[in-house]
Structures are given as structure tokens and as C-alpha cells.
């Protein structure tokens, strides 16, 4: 699920009547930002047979990890692990703004 960055709340109700509200700040799968030269492909990846060899075929590894409980490949937790952190680092001033706010 794609949503745009931002501030999201949600509610949740339960059966017993109380509630709960939830507010979180969502950011886009990561992705975008992939080196030409790769550099930045960890070794997990760069060690299996069809290991992504340009970044648009990374990007679609991405894209193609089903983020659940489970990442069963060491390639796909370390290209998550090394996507999220830029993502994260490009975004900082928004996730701190988000953090701190009154």
C-alpha cells in the first residue's frame, strides 16, 4: 500500500466500548534512491545467482518484498534494512517534526 508521506490517526474501537486512537507518520516503501554503481547493495544480495544488477531491478526486489512478520532472505532484510535507513535519513527533519510537536 502506497500512501503519500504524512500524518495519519486512525481509531480503533473495541468490543467492550473503549477506543483507542493511533497516530503515526507514514512514509513511501523505500526505494527511490538506488546508486548507478550499486554500491550500497549488501552482500546478502550481491551473493545469490539473480542478484539485482541494475537499480531499477532493485527497486523492483523492493517492491516485491511482501513486508510481513517474516523475511525469510538474508538479501531481502538487508536491502530493506539499507532502503529504510535512507529513507529515514532523507526524511529526518519531517519524523523529528512529527516526534516533537506539541
Known amino acids: 500500500m502506497y500512501w503519500p508521506h504524512g500524518t495519519y490517526t486512525s481509531h480503533l474501537s473495541s468490543v467492550s466500548g473503549g477506543s483507542l ?13 538506488v546508486p548507478a554503481d550499486l554500491s550500497d547493495l549488501p552482500a546478502a544480495c550481491k551473493e545469490e545467482e ?3 544488477k541494475t537499480p531499477e531491478e532493485v527497486r523492483d526486489r523492493i517492491a516485491e518484498i511482501p513486508t510481513r512478520l517474516v523475511l525469510n532472505s538474508a538479501c ?8 529504510a535507513r535512507k529513507l529515514v535519513a532523507e526524511h529526518t527533519a519531517e519524523i523529528l517534526n512529527f516526534i516533537n510537536r506539541p
Open 76 to 83: 531481502d532484510r538487508q536491502l530493506l534494512a539499507v532502503a
Open 50 to 52: 539473480n542478484a539485482p
Open 21 to 33: 486512537a493511533a497516530t503515526y507518520y507514514a512514509l513511501k516503501k523505500p526505494g527511490r534512491e
